[in-house]
């Protein structure tokens, strides 16, 4: 059965392009995973549609009030589903990560807002936090968009070639080699000679050897 994502939102229309296009979008399209977009305030029950409110004991910002969330994450969840809150005080989000994601059967992913959401949300109905990197988006929702991105690309048939996904970046914990197309001259710029010898062992070496430079020049962290 495919992976379906519920993601509970204030901005659904954020997630609209994302979903539409490219590789996502075609996955999307030809079944490989589902995923639902709701707006959270369809599930508060004032006329104003209230969504949030002033912080227990002061301080700036609004916070996500409780009753619109239990209630959404209660008519969207199914029993074994995770419930994932994107914040920037979560775990770590990576491919490891993302792997283990593109297993599961259903995932509910809520998306926060300017100064947090309400503790009783976090202790009772989120099963996992996870962060995109240490940086404060504006809310949860280009992060949600991040995560299912990266999963999708573990999902079978998602990518059109299995090739693509172990040739990669952090699939050996090492940055990418750099790519080449024609034409051969541009501008003064050549291709190495290397890429049109048609050596394969001799592409191989060279383009290991230009991954382990920048990955210690880039990232030195990934060779420890
Ligand atoms: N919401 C705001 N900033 C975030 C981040 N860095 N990761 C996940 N969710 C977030």
Known sequence: MALRIDVLTLFPRMLDGVLAESILGKGI??????????????????KHRTADDRPFGGGAGMVLKPEPVFAAIEQVQTPGCRRIYLTPDGQP?????????SRERHLVMLSGHYEGIDQRIRDRVIDQEISIGDYVLTNGTLAAAVVI?????FIPGVLGEEKS???ESFTRKLLDFPQYTRPAEFRGMSVPGVLLSGNHAEIEKWRLARQEEKTRLVRPDLLK
């Open 149 to 153: 991105d990266a999963l999708a690309r």
């Open 93 to 101: 989000f990576s491919t490891a990560l993302a792997e283990e994601l």
């Open 165 to 167: 996904l172990t040739h």
């Open 29 to 46: 399209a030809a079944g490989h995973l589902a995923v639902g977009v709701h707006d959270l305030r369809n599930w508060t029950t004032d």
